[in-house]
């Protein structure tokens, strides 16, 4: 092995690779020459890989683009761990499938309309005095001008508004400082009021603005009375950004069309594009939200547009609360720095970022040092003396994420793909970073708080081209980890995306989320209320009114109650449904064949499907969560019979039936099963207690859940006793049986707090005993030796006691079994069991480790 090789083993495996283990001398090596990697491969591999179970350091909420849903993923494993569905139904959640979720889905109707897609564009973490507090995320939707409200306790959609006064908005979701307000800017101006208006009046008629969302962040809802939207010409608003720190109370907007062209191909005239991007500069819009919400309080300061507060462009103006400074043309990004300061601009077609300082803004607004005004009265800053200065940074800067260090500011290169790390007090490029292919925006890690955090850059691409295998002309998305850790980049990981193309995506420390795991029983998760619908059990039942029928259920390991339903065709039947778990991830789907209904029910969690019967027949039902062992037998069905129809019954066959002597010993048997079952219950039971393990909370939440199944247990048996009582042992068989289900589950559950338990209190595994523990499972042993347990095997726990010499006898025997067949000891074993152990071609090291392991074992013996 070459020297550089074995150092880099050694820092990457630690010292367990210098104690030699299961993997061997050579292994990276050779694994690296098989797979024709590179030690920077090892390197970026190392610096990314997360083991199992483990948990990375940040969580990313990326948007889902044209999906309408948002990805949420780890950093820097890049994992996927969830789709978020906001506004386009996702059938897994039951998003638009089920009642309570449709009801936040259909908040999104515009003009009575059902709108089933989005394309999100910025996600937004809520803020507090500018730094996120991991409560509320809020996405926008771009082509029907819409934000969605995101609870991170849940990670659901709780809220959907939908803008209205604009036609398309682009410029948002951001939020303001303190989470008082998040903006949402235009994109293409239209007319504010729902009517027609010719394009030739595009002047006088079509408007464009900001609409300044107010938001609750106690309750996590945007209050849509208490919102307004400030009037602005009909220059193509974009990106925005919310001021902080010394800037906290204004809010900043580019635009790209000052030329306010409206094009015309097909009457001769040359496109939009050009049309639109043919003067040397375009405007960033400057205004006080601050100033002008409280204005707004004043109905004369406002016009009321389909039911919406909106502060024309004189009010601002007269009250000096809106102005303009040109900046270069056919900007996109906006992006406010950690302390309020700096204010950076990129032009898509500019080779330049501009960098603005609040200071001299706010000076020339104070001295009321104008340059002139727009056609519209609003009041020029001069471009120069609001500007700290301009960097040359390449083709096609578009957005900027900020790191820990001050002054350290990213910038994607949209026409060169690349990254570029600079400083926008010094105005110094410090480094570029080539990326694949055509970045649109980038993510720091918290890089657009006011504490960003440093260590990574995400670029998210728009192009992957040749960086993944081939799936047709739709390429994925590509999103590419960066270390910015070093003097220079490092580019990491690239992962694909195939939702959709993400637009921005946010970071946040994974410390400053605290979502939960159940909901308390019979919540409506999206309202986050107890439900009307709650059922516990024993609550079940069929409730008709005329033709409403309603079905109170309850789902649980492993079925629904009830089981049955018949109603007449036409019947409208809405069904409420309660999931009675209280395990950690015991989550029951819920659907009835042919009626395009589904819910997914949490533990805790009550929802609701709703269909009209309208066709004949019987269909199953059933919960399409795996969710145990009897997850098929989950299952009922719904019977819709024409009540005008007569429906002849058929014949019943004759069964033939057990004699009561064979029920009887039916009966005994199951309940001997049961009592067996119990005594393993009980040892597990009297281990967890003998072991205190209610001084570990994950074991104490294992243990929870299993006396959640115990629990039912008694009711069960009362049940089977009053069946014995009344003489119907065919019955009392059955909630016998039902018994032997919740233990199992009691069980399975025990058990594992049991392991838990274990790996909790045992002593810690040498490196050599950890080395062993692998060769003993990987080298077959463990295919005959459970440890604690005779299997097919004997129980290898006290095997170094039980002879002299222990080490070297065991040793020996596992070197060279066939040595010791005639040994009377091993005789007696090989007939025993048998089987003659075989040799399973040891090295001396690997039994080296073995032994270590077994001394693990002896010292842990009481827990096994
Ligand atoms: S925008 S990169 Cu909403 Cu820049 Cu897409
Ligand atoms: Cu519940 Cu499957």
Redesign the pocket.
């Known amino acids: 092995m070459n020297y550089k090789l074995n150092k880099l083993s050694s820092l990457i495996l630690g010292s367990a690779i210098a104690a030699s283990t299961a993997f061997g001398a050579g292994t990276l090596e050779k694994v690296m020459k098989e797979r024709g990697l590179t030690e920077n491969d090892i390197i970026r591999a190392a610096k990314t890989y997360l083991p199992s179970g483990g948990r990375d350091e940040f969580l990313v909420f990326s948007s889902g683009g044209q999906s309408g849903q948002m990805i949420v993923y780890g950093v820097p494993s890049m994992k996927i761990l969830k789709y978020i569905a906001v506004f386009t139904p996702e059938p897994w959640q039951g998003y638009g499938f089920d009642e309570e979720s449709k009801k936040v889905l259909r908040q999104g109707n515009i003009r009575g309309r059902e709108i089933n897609w989005g394309d999100t564009h910025h996600p937004a973490l809520s803020e507090v005095d500018g730094k996120y507090d991991g409560k509320w995320l809020v996405i926008n939707d771009k082509a029907n001008p819409r934000l969605g409200v995101i609870s991170l306790g849940d990670f659901e959609t709780t809220q959907i508004v939908v803008n209205p006064v604009f036609k398309s908005a682009h410029g948002g979701a951001f939020f303001t400082q303190n989470s008082e307000y998040i903006i949402e800017a235009c994109q293409y101006a239209a007319p504010f009021d729902n009517n027609y208006h010719p394009i030739e009046d595009y002047k006088e008629t079509y408007r464009g603005g900001s609409t300044m969302w107010k938001f609750d962040s106690k309750i996590g809802r945007i209050i849509e009375k208490d919102s307004f939207t400030i009037e602005m010409p009909p220059y193509m608003q974009d990106l925005s950004d919310a001021g902080k720190g010394v800037s906290h109370g204004w809010g900043f907007t580019n635009s790209f069309n000052a030329e306010m062209y409206t094009g015309g191909i097909e009457v001769g005239m040359p496109p939009n594009e050009a049309g639109m991007s043919r003067f040397d500069t375009d405007f960033l819009h400057v205004y006080n939200w601050e100033k002008l919400a409280k204005l707004a309080e004043d109905p004369k300061n406002v016009e009321v547009i389909n039911g919406h507060r909106v502060i024309p462009m004189e009010v601002s103006i007269a009250n000096e609360a809106l102005f303009l400074i040109p900046e270069p043309k056919s900007p996109h990004g906006v992006d406010v720095s950690p302390d309020g300061e700096y204010i950076t601009v990129c032009g898509k077609l500019d080779t330049h970022a501009s960098v603005y300082k609040w200071s001299k803004i706010k000076a020339l607004i104070d001295a009321k040092k104008y340059v002139g005004k727009d056609p519209y009265g609003i009041p020029i800053l001069d471009m120069k003396e609001s500007l700290h200065g301009q960097v040359e940074l390449g083709l096609g800067p578009l957005h900027n994420q900020y790191s820990n260090v001050d002054g350290e500011i990213y910038t994607s290169l949209y026409v060169d793909s690349q990254i570029v790390k600079w400083n926008y007090k010094t105005l110094k490029v410090l480094d570029k970073e080539n990326v694949h292919y055509n970045v649109g925006h980038l993510c720091g890690m918290e890089g657009k708080s006011a504490d960003p955090q440093g260590k990574y850059i995400i670029s998210l691409n728009k192009l992957a081209i040749d960086r993944f295998q081939n799936v047709g002309p739709l390429h994925p998305q590509n999103h590419q980890l960066i270390d910015i850790r070093g003097k220079t980049m490092d580019l990491l990981y690239d992962m694909p995306i195939p939702l959709g193309e993400p637009h921005q995506a946010v970071a946040i420390r994974v410390e400053k989320l605290h979502p939960h795991v159940r909901y308390p029983m019979g919540t409506n998760s999206r309202t986050g209320e107890i439900h009307v619908g709650k059922t516990l059990a024993g609550q079940e039942r069929i409730v008709r009114e005329g033709n409403k029928v309603s079905v109170y259920a309850t789902?649980v390991?492993?079925h629904i109650n009830p089981e049955r339903i018949t109603v007449n065709k036409g019947d409208e039947v809405t069904m409420y449904l309660t999931n009675l778990e209280r395990a950690q991830d015991e989550t029951?789907g819920f659907t009835v064949d042919h009626y395009n209904v589904h819910a997914s029910l949490e533990p805790g969690e009550t929802g609701s499907i709703k269909f009209t019967a309208d066709i004949e027949g019987v269909f199953p039902y059933y919960?399409t969560?795996?969710?145990?062992a009897l997850?098929l037998e989950?299952m009922g069905y719904l019977m819709v019979k024409d009540p005008n129809k007569k429906y002849v019954s058929a014949q019943r066959l004759k069964m033939k039936t057990m004699t009561p002597e064979e029920l009887k010993a039916e009966y005994d048997k199951t309940v001997a099963v049961n009592t067996a079952t119990q005594a393993v219950i009980d040892s597990v039971v009297k281990f967890l207690k003998d072991n205190k393990f209610d001084e570990h909370k994950v074991v104490a939440d294992l243990v929870t859940d299993a006396f959640d199944q115990a629990g039912q247990i008694p009711a069960q048996k009362k049940l089977a006793d009053e069946a014995v009582a009344a003489g119907d042992m065919e019955k009392a068989i059955l909630f016998e049986n039902m018994i032997w289900q919740l233990m199992v589950k009691t069980a399975d559950v025990g058990i594992r707090a049991k392991d838990t338990l274990v790996s909790k209190i045992a002593t810690q595994k040498s490196s050599a005993a950890q080395a062993g523990e692998r060769a003993f499972d990987e080298g077959g042993c463990s295919g005959c030796h459970v440890v604690g347990k005779v299997s097919s095997g004997p129980d290898l726990t006290g095997v170094l006691q039980r002879h002299e010499d222990g080490e070297k006898w065991v040793a020996d025997f596992i070197l060279n079994p066939e040595h010791k067949f005639e040994d009377p000891y091993v005789k007696g074993m090989i007939d025993y069991f048998n089987l003659k152990m075989p040799n399973q071609h040891m090295t001396k090291e690997e039994t080296k480790d073995i032994i270590e392991y077994f001394k693990w074992i002896d010292e842990n013996a009481n827990l096994f």
């Open positions: 789902m390991r492993s029951h919960c969560e795996f969710c145990s997850h989950m």
